[in-house]
């Protein structure tokens, strides 16, 4: 199935431009463009876009409004089911579930799914509107751990049911990676995130922050001490991985999450801030998922020459689509199927680079993808002053730790079934701390769920 109008392309600041600076890529649709995108949209009896949206949005419906230019009725329909469309049409990869499965990209392009959901989402911000009530109390506490997209859903949908709900968060700022990880120039913090959990809070949810649960408190003890009726725990998977090679206790090699903490929480690249960090000439990133893409992106608005180290091909690449091409189009240079062995130091320890072996794909491995194998004889060195290594990233280990009987799997993820119940009775979990490092739609699905089976968990006790 075809359509005959192309879809509307979005409007992004110039490449060499935005290479320089923090401000957003992309500048979203405006009216005419978004109504003009939506009246593409079948609005078919089956949509197959809804069922590949891991909170099923009415997508049809939204987008229908949008065409007929009601931007209030598309927003209150997409606020059934998301408090964060302006974050989601920002960063979900729409090209793998709505958009993947959306009829029109069969021979031709899918609709714009994602940046219409932006559009609605931007313009309730823009607009002050806001479609959340307080629901009367029905004199239940329900304790959330992390104010990620996972706690967040978790805790708005909850809220909505007339729990009395508290978000427990480490950090002094809310939104989890959506405040510390993606950079400003993906996500903007004040204009966008800062605006979707205001309006979590305006369901009537609390949150406290600089308050790490299994330090200031256990899980136990809300239960137990402070009336909790159950917990849900979305706390993520902020560890970050090693390669465990030669040199990687040089002066110069950090995690990508502390290089992108440093910079996006404590705004490194902003001179009203204090806050150190070192990029030197050259940085190499090691890894080619979204982080992998967010750190490099950052290195070079920061003034670096940015490498990208990947050890597979760029078939294989996971970052998104969107953002490979974007890093491309800011000069970011590529070595694929390269696999660093030792990282080289300088006789004062700082690196001065890093040497590298060439890789050619073989068989699948058990993810599927053809796995890669060293070339014998290949090696060779890249120099660079800086290595940020990007390779994915577990579960902290303090909550499972001071939670006895918490059930955890050989990666330290907690284990829960699919609607969040742990191996405890009251503990529900969810997000990444489940399932290790993913995205943040599937967190926020994670999170609904869950607030179901607590629903039916407290409800049930009640009995
Ligand atoms: C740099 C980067 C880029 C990404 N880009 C994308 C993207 O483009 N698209 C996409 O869909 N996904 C992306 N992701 C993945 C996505 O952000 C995560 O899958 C998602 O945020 C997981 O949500 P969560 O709620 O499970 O955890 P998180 O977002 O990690 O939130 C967990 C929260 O829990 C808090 N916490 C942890 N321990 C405790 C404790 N003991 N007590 C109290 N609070 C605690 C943490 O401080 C944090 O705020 C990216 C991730 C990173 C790191
Ligand atoms: S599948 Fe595509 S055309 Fe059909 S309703 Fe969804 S967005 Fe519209």
Same mark, same amino acid.
């Given at each position: ?137 029905? %004199?239940?506490? +329900?304790? /959330? &751990? !992390?104010? #990620? ?11 909505? $049911? *007339? ?116 990029? %030197?000439?050259? +940085?190499? /990133? &090691? !890894?080619? #998922? ?11 608005? $920061? *003034? ?125 979990? #969810? ?33």
């Amino acid at each position: 199935m075809a359509n005959k109008i192309p879809r509307v392309p979005v409007r992004e600041q110039d490449p060499k431009v935005r290479a320089t600076n923090f401000e957003e890529v992309c500048y979203g649709y405006n009216v005419d463009e978004a109504r003009l995108e939506a009246s593409r949209c079948l609005n078919c009896k089956k949509p197959r876009c809804v069922e590949s949206c891991p909170v099923s949005i009415q997508i049809p419906q939204f987008i229908a409004r949008v065409a007929e230019g009601d931007f209030e009725s598309a927003a209150r329909i997409i606020a059934e089911d998301s408090s964060l469309p302006s974050v989601c049409g920002r960063v979900c990869p729409q090209e793998t579930q709505c958009e993947g499965s959306c009829i029109l990209g069969i021979k031709g392009e899918a609709v714009a799914i994602g940046k219409l959901e932006r559009f609605v989402g931007d313009w309730s911000i823009e607009h002050g509107k806001t479609f959340a009530t307080v629901a009367p109390t029905n %004199g239940y506490k +329900v304790a /959330v &751990v !992390g104010s #990620g997209p996972s706690g967040l859903a978790c805790a708005a949908d909850l809220a909505k $049911l *007339g729990y009395e709900v508290t978000i427990f968060e480490a950090l002094h700022k809310v939104g989890g990676v959506l405040e510390y990880g993606i950079p400003e120039f993906r996500l903007p913090k004040q204009k966008v995130v800062a605006k979707e959990v205001e309006n979590v809070k305006r369901l009537g949810v609390k949150i406290e922050t600089d308050t790490i649960v299994g330090r200031t408190a256990t899980v136990d003890q809300l239960m137990d001490e402070e009336g909790f009726s159950a917990v849900f725990i979305g706390s993520g998977a902020g560890l970050p991985r090693f390669m465990g090679i030669p040199g990687e206790n040089l002066n110069g090699v950090v995690s990508a999450n502390e290089f992108l903490t440093r910079t996006n929480l404590m705004k490194a690249y902003d001179d009203q801030y204090d806050t150190p960090i070192y990029v %030197g000439q050259r +940085v190499v /990133v &090691v !890894g080619g #998922g979204n982080v992998a893409m967010d750190a490099v992106r950052t290195a070079k608005r $920061l *003034g670096a020459e940015a490498f990208i180290v990947y050890r597979r091909s760029e078939a294989e690449l996971p970052a998104r689509v969107e953002e490979v091409h974007h890093a491309k189009e800011e000069g970011i240079d590529f070595r694929m199927l390269t696999n660093p062995v030792e990282v080289l130091g300088d006789d004062k320890g700082w690196v001065r680079g890093i040497r590298c072996i060439r890789m050619e794909l073989g068989e699948p491995d058990e993810s599927g993808r053809r796995s890669p194998v060293e070339i014998p004889g290949s090696e060779f060195e890249i120099e660079c002053d800086v290595v940020i290594m990007a390779l994915g990233t577990s579960p902290n280990p303090l909550i499972a730790s001071t939670t006895a009987g918490l059930e955890t799997n050989r990666r330290g993820c907690i284990v829960a079934d699919e609607n969040g119940q742990t191996s405890r009775e009251g503990i529900f979990a #969810g997000g990444d701390t489940v399932t290790g490092a993913a995205t943040v739609i599937l967190a926020m699905g994670a999170g609904r769920k869950a607030a179901k089976a607590i629903d039916n968990y407290i409800r049930n006790k009640k009995q």
